[in-house]
């Protein structure tokens, strides 16, 4: 029984000497940040009714950036089928749901 106690007391202390002591969170807790908007500078909002009419057209590169330009929008995201998407908004960003032959079923801003 003492011979087991030592033995386990001998093998807590290496352990117990290399660990850190928790991080105080009271301070300031995590803050998340997801694709900011450098400071100094202004997010352009989206014009979706600008690239209404490019539902049912092939969502090809050249497609996508002219879309990008006529919308006034800073970035563009093309989602297919069953893909994950974060559920961030974004008033600078083109977002194209295409299906599964790239054709754009619908477009919209966020």
């Known amino acids: ?43 352009t909002p989206c014009r979706p009714e600008a690239v209404e009419g490019l539902v049912g057209k092939v969502a090809d590169a050249a497609l996508v950036e002219k879309a990008v330009k006529d919308s006034g929008a800073k970035h563009a995201r093309v989602v297919k089928p069953d ?5 961030d908004f974004r008033e600078d960003r083109l977002t194209i749901h295409v299906d599964a032959q790239n054709r754009i079923e619908r477009i919209g801003c966020n």
């Open 1 to 43: 029984m003492r011979l087991s106690l030592l033995l386990l007391v001998s093998c807590a202390l290496p352990l117990a000497a290399c660990s850190q002591p928790p991080k105080n969170t009271a301070e300031e807790p995590p803050q998340a940040v997801v694709d900011p908007v450098p400071a100094g500078s202004t997010a």
């Open 83 to 87: 893909m994950a998407v974060t559920m």
